[in-house]
């Protein structure tokens, strides 16, 4: 039953708004709404064989809505699943002395086995693709040494790193998983790789461990334990141990985490970790919905740094975020894998520190000349730190439906200046890295921060909108022609309620007159074209004065949070587009006017829809 109804759409048939009573609707409103549309569709009031025909297939429509909502069972199946829900059969089986809460109880069990079931049949892939890019030769290089060479003219992109990582998950049984996962590393023509096989299971609601088993031309076997355990519904323990094994013996790990809610949107996190690179780290995080926030101290050998980032979310459509970070490093931890030289031409080294510390070779790379290090590397190595600062500022943005787009720049002394562009797409994540300066200069940190931006901009306006605009309107055709026969049922059906209104919307109008109450002049829904770019669309609406009219009791009228499109009278003139509500009506001689949204309430009148004698 519940695979039956899994993928199916519900039904456009809203009772609610048929009967035009809130969601959360007592048995008292209910009944009134329903005697009231009884009284206007009931068959014995024409006379006429067609007007009554008609009015009898509405009047079922109506008593069939109220049927449904007035019962807590048949209601909670209808606000689970929808019309169909109703329809399908098994429902039988459920016992009538369920109360609403145990049959939604129900629901959510279909709905777990439902999951699990699509569990063992997904594989959930992750990949990461990094690919590190050296561009220093954009905005620092010797002008005059490479005029000679050949080919000199042109700023050298070189690809100096890359890495690919993967892993699938296979689901062994509702508790157990497997995951396997893998990874290459290149960096200056040497690489390596490693694969790793982790088995994990889910013990109870508080905790679950995981075993892991890697093996790898560069670090050789890996052996590790990882324990997750809730401590109190606010703080939770994970405690994770490894042995590494190399050519140069067993390196034993130990990582424990321990963290605890603070308040509702904010985390603290204490870490320890030993083994070959041993600290401790303190940070707190706050999670709201328009901002995150990062403060972390670390203290350990040989990295240790105080860091604190600020990531504000815009409220729109896209997901837009804007970030920024500083990092304070008090050691030599930040300085660059790679230092250039002073001789001519420019030269690139690789440090590789030997033992002992107080010896460093430095390999030349490729035609470059050989020279020492650095002094300031020098001075770390004997024990002398020296201050680094890393600033980071971006920002990312939804640009599909499954893609999110960012970029960030990192200013830093002594790294220079970076750009790291990031693309992730569904499980999939592209990051590229582009090495700029190792110096601050301030044009490679300008066209940093404005070329990505520029080309955002440039991309969005002449490929990506232009593609989304007529992705939609292909998807709206097709589901304009899908819905084409419904449409035309809910016209007829509209058109039929309308002529059955009129001698209850005469009889009300007259009421109304008489002590200068609410009269709808002029009702229009659907879609209006108000925006002078878009003259050429065609404005796409409906009269619905006739049935809002009908609807006025008392010189008042209430619409309810829902689409309007199920009113009696209504129909959807322009299906899967934005609809509103347009009203000019009269309440005690004076004009008022008012627009309203498609699923928004409504209650007139209002002084605010007051129209002006000037106006």
């Known amino acids: ?16 708004s048929l009967l035009n009573v809130r969601r959360e609707a007592t048995q008292e409103e ?23 025909r008609q009015a009898e297939q509405l009047f079922n429509l109506v008593h069939q809505a109220y049927e449904v909502l007035s019962d807590p069972q048949s209601r909670a199946i209808y606000d689970i699943y929808g019309k169909k829900g109703l329809e399908v059969e098994g429902w039988e089986v459920v016992e009538r002395k369920r109360t609403p809460a145990e049959i939604r109880e129900e629901f959510e069990r279909l709905q777990r086995e439902r999951d699990e079931r699509r569990l063992q049949q997904r594989t959930n892939p992750k990949g990461t693709i990094s690919v590190g890019v050296d561009a220093t030769d954009l905005f620092d290089r010797y002008e005059e040494d490479f005029e000679e060479m050949p080919g000199g003219g042109f700023p050298q992109i070189e690809i100096n790193r890359m890495h690919i990582s993967q892993s699938i998950e296979a689901p062994l049984t509702n508790t157990d998983t497997a995951v396997l996962s893998g990874s290459l590393s290149t960096h200056n023509g040497n690489g390596g790789g490693n694969i790793n096989l982790t088995l994990r299971r889910v013990t109870s609601a508080k905790g679950w461990g995981e075993v892991e088993l890697g093996a790898g031309d560069t670090h050789g076997p890996l052996l590790g ?32 985490v321990l963290a605890r809610h603070l308040d509702k949107n904010t985390m603290g996190y204490l870490q320890w970790r030993w083994g070959a690179q041993s600290a401790m780290n303190t940070s707190i995080v706050r999670d709201t919905k328009t901002s995150h926030f990062t403060l972390a ?105 499954h893609s999110v787009l960012g970029a960030t720049v990192s200013i830093g002394v002594p790294q220079g200046v970076s750009l790291k562009i990031k693309l992730n797409r569904a499980s999939q994540t592209y990051f590229f890295p582009i090495h700029l300066t190792d110096q601050l200069l301030p044009s490679a940190v300008f066209y940093a921060t404005v070329g990505p931006l ?83 669309e065609r404005a ?76």
Request: aromatic share 10%.
């Open 225 to 256: 334990l990882k324990l997750f355990r809730n401590l109190t519904p606010r703080c939770f323990v994970t405690a994770q141990c490894g042995l590494q094994f190399s050519s140069r013996g067993m390196r034993p790990g130990v990582t424990t």
């Open 454 to 536: 520029v080309i955002y901009l440039a991309i969005q306006r002449l490929i990506i909108i232009p593609y989304v605009r007529a992705q939609k309107e292909q998807d709206l055709e097709k589901q304009q022609e899908s819905s084409a026969s419904d449409i035309a049922r809910k016209k007829q059906e509209a058109e039929t309620a309308v002529l059955l209104m009129q001698e209850s919307v005469r009889r009300i109008i007259e009421a109304e007159e008489s002590k200068m109450g609410l009269i709808i002049l002029n009702a229009w829904y659907g879609k209006f074209v108000t925006d002078n770019s878009r003259r050429h």
């Open 297 to 401: 101290l670390q203290l350990g050998i040989p990295h240790s740094f105080m860091m604190m980032s600020y990531q504000y979310k815009f409220q729109d459509e896209d997901q837009t975020k804007i970030k920024g970070s500083v990092k304070y490093v008090p050691s030599a931890s930040m300085y660059p894998q790679s230092f250039r030289c002073t001789s001519s031409p420019c030269a690139v080294y690789t440090p590789v520190q030997c033992v002992p510390l107080a010896f460093v070779c430095c390999l030349p790379l490729g035609r470059h000349h050989i020279s020492p290090p650095p002094p300031l590397f020098l001075s770390f190595l004997t024990g002398l730190d020296f201050f680094g600062t890393v600033v980071e500022y971006g920002a990312e943005r939804k640009i599909s439906r």
């Open 30 to 52: 209910l009944k009134a709404s329903y005697r009231r549309l009884c009284m206007l569709y009931h068959p014995d009031k024409h006379r006429d064989p067609e007007l009554k």
């Open 540 to 615: 796409k609406v409906i009269d619905v004065t006739v049935p809002l009219q009908c609807l006025v009791k008392d010189s008042k009228l209430f619409l309810t949070e829902a689409s309007k499109a199920g009113l009696p009278g209504f129909y959807d003139p322009c299906v899967g587009e934005e609809k509103s509500l347009k009203l000019l009506y009269q309440f005690r001689g004076v004009m008022h006017q008012v627009l309203s949204g498609d699923t928004e309430s409504l209650k007139i009148p209002k002084q605010s829809h007051r129209i002006d004698a000037e106006t």
């Open 1 to 16: 039953m519940a695979a039956a109804l899994g993928e199916d759409v519900i039904d456009n048939d809203d009772y609610y």
